[in-house]
């Protein structure tokens, strides 16, 4: 069954924004015991943004809002709601959506954080899509942001190499009847919640020294789990949209997932018979920047042509939790 909208919901502008600081793969080779080669064939990344310290996931989320209401022509007291995506919250609290909402100066806004790790952009959209759909909003910022650089061990190759930190925004609006949202799916199981956690500072383990010292403040992964999963299910949310919308793959102009490992990309284009032009892909440039990956890779396919009104756009997203999902979008601007 299509989990289609009461009200036809779209995304009418995006943005982003990106901390100015470039790390290359030779930069991390002078740091860890890794090479550009390694790195390039079995994550597709060169590139990544590195903040300054002090500059906090608020601080790119209001940029990239900034950059979404300005590219609509929409003022922040337009907004009704924003929502923040991350999973590095300025602080535990209050919400990064807040910290939002003051460096916009969205004064009409109310807000909250959503957290469903690399899903959080995609889950943030459809409860953002809701809200509207129930009609108790008109406008919503999405926000993806994250500082992944904030969690992870930058002496651990395992993880140093595979984060950057950015930031995606969209605006939600009521639009025309067969555009927008056009379906999505979702899913969680936390069966897989050992395979990729920040294991302290949360209430079930909070900061102590000894957490400290065992380094459970950082990203924890076991990879090649995580890999096979987010391969499976990106690809089997896609195929489910289609199948129920009876689209075509072919008919689709834009396939956005989340931006992990240009492998698993790849494997979940192939899974739907999908040829790389269609692929939304920044891997190269940003690495994985965990809930804005979606988001930025989606803006920059708009600001480069390749969306125009009613094509038909899939977004795919894996992550933490698990948490997986796709949605089905008809562009509507
Ligand atoms: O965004 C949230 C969702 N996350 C994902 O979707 C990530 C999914 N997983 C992956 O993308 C991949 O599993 C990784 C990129 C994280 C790792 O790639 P892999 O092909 O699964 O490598 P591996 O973890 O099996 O490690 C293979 C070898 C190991 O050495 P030994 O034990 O075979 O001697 C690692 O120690 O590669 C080694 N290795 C490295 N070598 C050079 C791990 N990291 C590095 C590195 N440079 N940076």
């Not at 009847?177 to 079930?204: K, N, R, V």
Request: aromatic share 6%; proline share 4%.
């Amino acid at each position: 069954m299509t989990r289609r909208l009461a009200t036809p919901v779209g995304i009418t502008a995006t943005g982003e924004c990106f901390p100015d600081r470039i790390v290359t793969n030779e930069d991390l080779a002078k740091m860890v015991n890794t090479s550009d080669e390694w790195i390039t064939t079995r994550t597709g990344m060169k590139l990544r943004r590195w903040v300054e310290p002090g500059v906090g996931s608020s601080d790119l989320g209001s940029g990239a809002l900034k950059m979404a209401l300005d590219r609509r022509g929409m003022g922040a007291d337009d907004l009704d709601c924003i929502i923040a995506c991350t999973v590095t919250p300025d602080m535990m609290f209050p919400c990064t959506a807040a910290l939002i909402q003051q460096k916009v100066g969205a004064s009409k806004a109310f807000g909250f954080d959503l957290n469903a790790a690399c899903s959080s952009f995609l889950f943030g959209l459809t409860t953002g899509a809701g809200l509207i759909a129930s009609g108790t909003v008109k406008r919503v910022g999405v926000v993806g942001c994250d500082v992944m650089t904030s969690i992870f061990d930058k002496s651990d190759r395992n993880t140093a190499v595979l984060f950057g930190d950015g930031a995606g925004a969209a605006i939600l609006e009521p639009v025309e009847e067969g555009y927008g949202l056009l379906d999505y799916e979702q899913q969680i199981d936390g069966s897989g919640a050992p395979y990729l956690c920040m294991p302290a500072g949360g209430s079930a383990k909070p900061a102590s020294h000894a957490t400290v010292d065992a380094k459970e403040h950082f990203v924890h992964q076991q990879g090649q789990e995580v890999f096979k999963n987010a391969v499976r299910e990106m690809a089997n949310v896609s195929r489910l949209m289609l199948d129920r919308n009876n689209i075509d793959p072919k008919e689709l102009t834009l396939f956005v997932p989340h931006q992990a490992n240009l492998r698993i990309m790849d494997a979940a284009l192939k899974r739907l018979e999908l040829p790389r032009e269609k692929m939304a892909c920044n891997i190269a440039e940003y690495a994985n920047t965990t809930s804005a990956t979606i988001p930025t890779a989606l803006h920059q396919s708009v600001v480069a042509g390749k969306v125009k009104k009613g094509d038909l756009v899939v977004l795919a997203a894996f992550g933490a939790g698990f948490t997986w999902g796709g949605a089905l979008l008809r562009w509507a601007v």
